[in-house]
């Protein structure tokens, strides 16, 4: 197939006029998880606001076929994930060659998901352009073959293009050796018919190959064993069953061993990163850090984050009085946190698990003391 030149395509902004929802600022780290950010940070009054609701899905359509690809056994599609803290209006580009397969522009929301469920049904090479109106732009050759499931895109402070694969838990060629064999990879072919299932997430977001080990129970009962062979910049996606109680997980990864509990409360995907070391985690959105001065003078405010040992938040803020302000995306999605907060004459510690309420971090000063809390919610 022919590779297309996207250099001329620009956004399209068609009812974005007079739109109130805010863009992210994009940093430019490569790890999400782990690397100090510099935030956008905007200052406004104390006033709680609603996050929109999540996108519906475009209708039923009837999937493209390359002239030079193989029929497979069902069509592929692409799920784009908002995982930022803000709304994002954004383009979508799929071409094979000079052909365009498909194209849209919308608005998609905080915590927003968008789906083309039936987008190809032969093999072969797609050109995937994703443009999101701040200018941030990436293409991903997206090579779909019968062992893969789809493709998945994370749009948060990068742009993370992943194929993923659906695993019910074996996994045809991607299982161990000796579970090769047993089961092709689910049907699946967007995340989006996954809803109201229970599933594992694995991340290969490394340069090369990893093979990884799960064990999940609950309550003594064997639930998963599976080894799996994760191609890089691949999801796994691993159904498991549902119980009324939490699962102990265990990962294996190169002779190194993870632990965790994951709770029931604590949502139906939990996620598992593999890059230079194993990270454990219950959601992929970052969260904002909200630095409230509930004083009637004005404050000079220091917040240092630590996650896993490393300092992924320091940032001092002036404050005025009675005012607050929002550090967008500060607080990255996994570890278990503590944050030291100062003003000079006052100094608050606050520890953090890894699987936080939905809310931005909360941080107070009053005249009595500071407070720092996660709400149980978006709303702030």
């Not at 600022?25 to 956008?40: A, G, K, L, V, Y």
């Not at 694995?202 to 064993?225: F, M, P, Q, W």
């Not at 970052?286 to 004005?298: E, F, H, I, M, Y």
Request: negative net charge; contains cysteine; proline residues 7%.
């Amino acid at each position: 197939m022919r590779r297309r030149d996207f250099a001329g395509l620009s956004l399209g902004f068609v009812g974005l006029s007079g739109c109130n929802s805010p863009l992210l600022d994009f940093s430019n780290s490569s790890d999400q998880s782990d690397q100090p950010t510099q935030p956008r940070d905007t200052e406004t009054p104390v006033t709680p606001t609603t996050p929109p609701e999540t996108t519906d899905t475009p209708e039923t359509r009837e999937p493209y076929r390359a002239p030079e690809g193989e029929s497979l056994d069902q069509p592929r599609g692409i799920t784009l994930n908002n995982i930022g803290t803000d709304a994002r209006y954004l383009t979508l580009v799929v071409s094979d060659g000079e052909t365009d397969v498909f194209v849209e522009s919308r608005s998609l929301p905080e915590d927003g998901r968008f789906s083309v469920e039936r987008l190809v049904a032969s093999t072969g090479t797609y050109d995937v352009l994703v443009e999101t109106a701040d200018g941030t732009r990436q293409t991903y050759s997206w090579t779909v073959e019968p062992g893969f499931s789809g493709l998945v895109v994370d749009i948060g402070s990068t742009l993370d293009f992943r194929r993923s694969v659906v695993c019910t838990p074996t996994c045809g060629p991607f299982s161990g050796a000796g579970d090769r064999e047993s089961s092709p990879p689910g049907p699946a072919s967007t995340v989006d018919s996954l809803d109201n299932q229970k599933a594992i997430f694995v991340d290969n977001d490394a340069d090369s190959r990893r093979t990884v080990s799960l064990y999940l129970t609950a309550r003594t009962i064997e639930l998963l064993e599976q080894t799996y062979d994760v191609p890089p910049n691949t999801r796994l996606v691993v159904i498991v069953a549902r119980v009324q109680f939490s699962y102990e997980v265990e990962v294996r990864v190169d002779g190194t061993t993870r632990e965790y509990d994951w709770l029931s409360p604590n949502g139906d995907v939990l996620y598992i990163s593999l890059d230079d070391r194993v990270r454990i985690r219950c959601t992929q959105r970052r969260k904002d850090l909200v630095v409230v001065n509930d004083t009637d003078r004005d404050r000079r405010v220091t917040v240092v984050g630590i996650t896993d040992g490393r300092r992924t938040v320091d940032r001092t803020v002036q404050v005025d009085a009675n005012k607050q302000r929002t550090l967008s995306e500060a607080v990255a999605a996994a570890g278990t946190y503590r944050f030291v907060v100062e003003t000079g004459d006052q100094r608050e510690t606050y520890d953090w698990d890894v699987c936080p309420p939905e809310g931005p971090v909360m941080v107070v000063v009053t005249d009595d003391g500071i407070q720092v809390s996660v709400p149980a919610s978006l709303d702030r």
